[in-house]
């Protein structure tokens, strides 16, 4: 139900895009009745496009990446994460990769690009005490709960009624939750918290909403994949900061990954580690977002 891989594979799928071709001249591409394609015809369409130079602009990201950092990120790590994503999307994972233009190795590697991306910001900007103070003053402890997904309001209206009438969530959740990663699970998620982008606003405002053990939302919970039942099922206490070190900076470092401003920053000082030079002067302002020509 998570909304983040949606959202990342739409930022990524730019990057794995057909290459625009290199060392181009009059090869053929394709042949047609009364003429032809030709692989310099192709490249002076592409790189005048903005499509073509946001592929260029997101190939470069990429080798620069992997040049500075590629011993950081290993195959198991790559083939870890993706495994995730596919158990967590069940049947649905090759259609939803599919519909965005992808395959297994295109997938691997823009998962490879964006673990990348994450070392690279961690080596980059340094967590201060500044922030982890910051960061303690809006903490809240990650809460498990259940939830029961399904597509029309009326529907979560009935699953309500049936619990107060007694049903046990867990049942109702295996029988009517449409969401795959959950239901055979009796509807319970990995422990989240407010700061969890992961997790849509709508359902996270609902969940936070619940106080006790076992408190279930008495009104559907509407969020971008349909209405929710929520029921909590774990809710720690804050504790001290000392505890939650580890967490605080995971969430600094998520907070910081979102945002387009500091990635551009992280971003910039890896290409100008890379020492990009473009040799074509049409494309020569290709990563202007991120380097200055001046």
């Not at 053929?28 to 009745?33: D, G, I, N, P, Y």
């Not at 310099?40 to 990446?65: N, P, V």
């Not at 107060?164 to 509807?187: C, I, R, Y």
Request: net charge positive; with cysteine; proline share 2%.
């Amino acid at each position: 139900m998570s909304k983040k891989f949606n959202k990342w594979v739409l930022g990524i799928a730019g990057l794995l895009m057909v290459a625009l071709v290199a060392g181009c001249g009059n090869q053929t591409v394709a042949t047609l009745k009364g003429g032809k394609v030709t692989q310099q015809e192709y490249y002076d369409e592409m790189k005048s496009s903005q499509t073509g130079k946001s592929t260029l602009q997101s190939l470069i990201i990429s080798k620069a990446l992997e040049s500075e950092y590629g011993d950081k990120v290993s195959d198991s790590k790559v083939n870890k994460q993706y495994n995730a994503y596919k158990k967590q999307y069940g049947s649905q994972f090759n259609q939803i990769i599919a519909q965005n233009g992808m395959t297994t190795d295109s997938f691997k590697r823009s998962i490879k690009t964006n673990m990348l991306s994450q070392v690279a910001l961690k080596d980059i900007k340094k967590i201060t005490n500044k922030d982890m103070e910051k960061q303690w003053k809006k903490y809240t402890p990650k809460i498990t709960v259940e939830h029961i997904l399904v597509d029309k309001e009326d529907k979560a209206k009935d699953i309500i009624k049936q619990l107060d009438d007694g049903a046990k969530f867990e049942d109702l959740a295996k029988k009517e939750s449409t969401d795959p990663g959950t239901k055979d699970k009796g509807g319970k998620m990995p422990a989240f918290n407010k700061s969890d982008s992961s997790i849509d606003s709508g359902f996270r405002d609902g969940a936070f909403k619940l106080e006790k053990v076992g408190d279930y939302t008495k009104t559907p919970v509407k969020s971008a994949y349909g209405y929710h039942v929520i029921k909590l099922v774990k809710r720690p206490a804050k504790g001290k900061m000392s505890d939650h070190k580890d967490e605080l900076k995971k969430e600094i470092y998520a907070s910081w990954s979102s945002d387009s401003s500091t990635m551009q920053k992280v971003i910039s000082k890896v290409l100008k580690k890379a020492n990009v030079s473009i040799k074509d002067k049409d494309l020569k302002d290709v990563l202007s977002n991120y380097i200055s020509n001046k």
